[in-house]
């Protein structure tokens, strides 16, 4: 059994083959945009959301996710936490590339 240690350090290697995957779907002006904690904290949210949706709750085998509704739910998100601004058409970019991840490693 992995230790708690080994477990954070495998979360986050995960986290970097993640971010670094996204950062090659962006366009050319959003690639630096966000710092990896930003993207990280971004990633949470995502995963958030699914949770709160009751997405992941479903049996089917395709599910329709609203990209402009959770790229709307990070903005709020980030708002209510006091994070700098973000706007939807941007993050749009990063919910459908962290799907596309998803997809891709299920």
């Known amino acids: 059994m992995a230790n708690i240690d080994e477990e954070l350090l495998r979360d986050q290697e995960e986290n970097g083959r993640e971010i670094a995957y996204i950062r090659e779907l962006l366009p050319s002006d959003l ?3 966000y710092t990896d904690e930003q993207m990280v904290w ?5 995963a958030e959301y699914f949770f709160e949706s009751g997405i992941l709750e479903t049996n089917d085998d395709e599910v329709d996710v609203d990209i402009d509704e959770v790229s709307a739910y990070l903005c709020r998100q980030a708002e209510a936490e006091g994070r700098p601004r973000l706007l939807a058409d941007e993050v749009r970019f990063v919910v459908e590339a962290d799907l596309d991840y998803q997809e891709e490693n299920a």
């Open 31 to 33: 690639k630096e945009k």
């Open 42 to 46: 971004m990633l949470d949210a995502i």
